[in-house]
């Protein structure tokens, strides 16, 4: 990882904080009240893997691809629950 993040050219502190979302992510999967919310921002940061492997590193983008597939997969079947969340959060 840390020659394919030097390849990127944005530096190693890009590679900490892709690593903190996705462990954020990966929690927030396990907590059914953000699972909806965790699953969205996977689903960003995985566009950002697509887009990154296809232009940037010029290799195959499919396992980001499958990934963000599931992310968006798992955001659409807790929108509901997701809308519900924001709305309390923007509440207080």
């Given amino acids: 990882m840390v020659d394919m993040f030097a390849d990127i050219g944005a530096g190693q ?8 979302l996705e462990v ?3 929690v927030g999967l396990l907590i059914p009240a953000l699972a909806g919310l965790a699953s969205l921002g996977l ?3 995985l566009t950002g893997a697509v887009i990154t492997d296809q ?3 010029e290799q195959s983008p499919w396992l980001a691809l499958a990934l963000l597939v599931v992310a968006a997969v798992i955001a659409r079947a807790r929108w509901s629950r997701t809308e519900a969340v924001v709305g309390t959060l923007l509440r207080r």
């Fill in 24 to 26: 954020a992510g990966g």
């Fill in 13 to 20: 502190w890009l590679r900490y904080l892709v690593g903190a």
């Fill in 55 to 57: 232009f940037v590193l």
């Fill in 43 to 45: 689903a960003a940061l």
